[in-house]
């Protein structure tokens, strides 16, 4: 019931700090700005106006079939197929809900998603847009402060488009938003990236013990976790990704 991918979005969730586990990317959607095209200062508080009204959230929640399609592939649940034929026997459901997870569900599929086990909550339907449904739009989510009920959204080079997304989905939540310079579908490409390349890196002395995406000053980054670091492996992990990750030093585990 996909509950171990699930287990990871609602990680992802709760992080204030340190690493996640990795997470599958997806490639940028048309007509979404890439990282690099726009200089955006991460971390910036953004001001997230009026929530758009229902019927315009609605329309806006339904006409997206991929991010429905992507969503309920990954509740991977027999009964809430991911196929085009049921994306849009839902969209033209009148009776449809739209408020467990911003996608619309039929009656049938709502049922099944409560016997699921799956945690829905109220911060369930931006939780998993900004880390399933529209990943190449937003620079992640979190809570700050740690330990309390408040969210954080990253907004990808500030796209007003992307805040009224997110204000559509954050009903009954305490959220702020902040700028992002970087899309979660980024890093969890360059994680991947990374997590491929641990082999040739070991053989040439550069002992990579982890790898995933944590928070630092309001951003979301990847974090790269090295054994017997060195300014060398440093500066030569910067060169190959980019300087837009954090190398640590990081004691390999103990075995057991």
Known sequence: MGQGRIGRLLLVAALAGGCAGQA??????????????????AGQPLDPGLRPSAETCRQQLTADVGAAKRLRAELRTADIPATDAAVTAAANDIAADITALGIPLSRAELTALHASGIFIDRASPVLFWVQAGE?????????????????????????????????CLDAGIDVRYVTAARSVADDNALVARISADMGVLQSSGVHIVSVGIGVRASAMIVIVGVTGLTEAIRTELIGRYGDTIVVEEQASASPA
């Open 24 to 41: 599958g990317s997806y490639p940028a959607g048309p007509g979404h700005a890439s990282p690099s095209s726009v200089a955006v200062q």
């Open 135 to 167: 990943p190449q739009r937003f620079g992640g989510i979190w809570i700050d402060p740690p330990g309390s009920a408040r969210y954080v959204v990253g907004i990808l080079n500030s796209d007003p488009t992307a805040l009224a997304l997110a204000r």
